[in-house]
């Protein structure tokens, strides 16, 4: 309290001595016209600078120039003795009357239009300001559901991740028992054929999750590179369903529609990889009802639709499902770690393209894909 008693009282002073020097000033000139010119009126030359004070000073020091102001005018009239304003009239009283009053009430106009400049300049601030805090507060509310979505993805994917392993363990620690234990004629080879089967199965189901980890962590820190090439999206289509077709009972549950061989520049395996997410998530979700995969081009655009008969997604959620560790549906009834369709956006995001979702609840899902055929460098 005593540094800021310090440092605002000579600040005051020096304004005080300030503003008294140039009223000074003011009425020494004054008193020159006054002498000298015996018509001169100093009534007029002290309102300009009632004005300019109250302006920069407030009412206070408005009043106070209107009245140092008055008490120039006073001595003015008793100096020099010789001059003829010495013999103060009614119709003078009544002037230096109204010059005090025209002067206060100057300044306490002047005060108030600067105070309504002060209210509309803090009605502006106060705006920004609950803007600011609306914006934090979003911000905040963000965070806390990414982090509460991060926590959770976190514990879907040590889940995920170790079901796979535990799996494969276990078959590898059964054949091992079998054939140092169990006579070689009673371990045939398609009980152990069987088993390396599964294994595959679950090693390649951990080494996918293992590569969205890897995109999910390259996508997070802005390092995902392509590497941009001429391609036929069309045979790209055609290959990731058939390679989905071949593992399905019913291998015309996967209609591919291509009207015309598709060709642009893009990165293909991320492309191939965008397309394999749609198409995995098709089977998910699809109550193994028949897919629909259709690529055409159009305004220079590769245009790719998965349409599944499945689950759908409610319109609420249709946004939501492409943010990072964000899931539509329960982990308890549908395995996965969750990020497929955010590594797809962010892939088509990457190619300058994007992504469109059709879909309602238990009507099934259409997920659209489009980019440029040529990509800009």
């Not at 004005?51 to 009412?59: C, E, H, M, P, S």
């Not at 059964?174 to 390396?196: E, G, Q, W, Y």
């Not at 999910?216 to 369903?241: H, R, W, Y």
């Amino acid at each position: 309290m005593h540094v800021l008693t310090k440092t605002t009282h000579p600040s005051i002073l020096i304004r005080i001595l300030i503003y008294a020097g140039i009223n000074i000033a003011t009425a020494s000139a004054v008193s020159l016209c006054v002498q000298y010119i015996p018509q001169f009126s100093p009534f007029l030359i002290f309102f300009p600078t009632i004005v300019f004070f109250a302006w920069i000073g407030g009412f206070m020091i408005g009043f106070l120039t209107t009245v140092l102001s008055f008490l120039s005018i006073i001595l003015m009239l008793f100096f020099p003795n010789n001059h003829p304003l010495l013999n103060i009239s009614l119709s003078m009283v009544i002037e230096m009357a109204l010059f005090m009053f025209i002067g206060t009430f100057i300044s306490y106009i002047i005060h108030v239009a600067k105070q309504q400049d002060k209210v509309i300049e803090y009605q502006r601030k106060l705006r920004q300001n609950h803007h600011i805090i609306e914006l934090l507060e979003k911000n905040y509310e963000n965070s806390q559901t990414e982090i509460k979505a991060r926590d959770q993805f976190l514990a879907i994917a040590s889940h995920e991740l170790k079901t796979p392993v535990t799996s494969m363990l276990l078959q590898v620690q059964t054949a091992i028992h079998n054939i140092r234990n169990v006579s070689l004629a009673n371990f045939s080879v398609a009980t152990l054929l069987k088993m390396l089967e599964d294994t595959e199965q679950q090693s390649k189901r951990l080494s996918k999750m293992v590569n969205d980890l890897l995109d999910l962590s390259l996508i997070t820190t802005g390092k995902i590179d392509l590497e941009i090439e001429e391609t036929n999206i069309s045979s790209i289509v055609q290959n990731v369903a058939e390679r989905f077709a071949s593992r399905l009972v019913d291998k015309r549950q996967i209609n591919v529609i291509i009207t015309k061989p598709v060709i642009g520049y893009c990165d293909k395996l991320r492309i191939e990889q965008a397309i394999t997410n749609l198409v995995s998530n098709a089977i998910k979700y699809g109550n193994n009802e028949q897919i629909s995969i259709q690529i055409t081009s159009l305004h220079d655009n590769a245009r790719i639709s998965v349409h599944d008969q499945g689950i759908g997604i409610a319109h609420d959620q249709q946004k939501r499902i492409f943010n990072r560790f964000e899931r539509a549906v329960s982990a308890r009834d549908y395995k996965g770690l969750g990020v497929g369709l955010y590594i797809t956006y962010q892939i088509i995001m990457a190619h300058n393209g994007k992504i469109h979702l059709e879909s309602q609840p238990n009507k099934g899902s259409t997920f659209t894909l489009e980019f440029p055929l040529k990509q800009k460098n």
